[in-house]
């Protein structure tokens, strides 16, 4: 089993920033994926973000790319989601996400172990 605890959410004006982090314990494993997702009121799970624990490759929703930035510090076991440029869209619950599976999966599928969640409220 692994879990995972999102943290850093919170209400920001558009334009701002800020910085989630994903602290994962339990059966942890460089051969993990880590990912980002999250659901707006009434809307899907997307994805947003994901990144091999082994090796730092990561890969971006179309809607994020050049704003967002995954990374991951694996001597403290945590995934960082820094969110820059901030809009109103991008409000939502943040959930963190983890996989043994290879490559960068980007479905809800793909995943089989979930954070809580952490809301993020960007004002216009």
């Not at 919170?10 to 494993?29: D, F, H, M, N, Y």
């Not at 440029?85 to 991008?90: V, W, Y």
């Not at 599928?109 to 809580?116: A, D, E, K, N, V």
Request: glycine share 12%; proline share 2%; charged share 20%.
């Amino acid at each position: 089993q692994v879990q995972l605890v999102e943290s850093g959410g919170g209400l920001v004006q558009a334009g701002g920033s800020l910085r989630l982090s994903c602290a994962a314990s339990g059966r942890t494993s460089s051969k993990y994926v880590m990912g980002w997702f999250r659901q707006a009121p009434g809307q899907e799970r997307e994805f947003v973000a994901a990144i091999r624990w082994s090796g730092g490759r990561t890969t971006y929703s179309d809607s994020v790319k050049g704003r967002f930035t995954i990374s991951r510090d694996n001597a403290k076991n945590t995934v960082y989601l820094q969110m820059n440029s901030l809009k109103p869209e991008d409000t939502a619950v943040y959930f963190c996400a983890a996989d043994r599976r290879v490559g960068l999966p980007y479905t809800v599928g793909g995943y089989s172990y979930w954070g809580q969640g952490t809301q993020v409220t960007v004002s216009s």
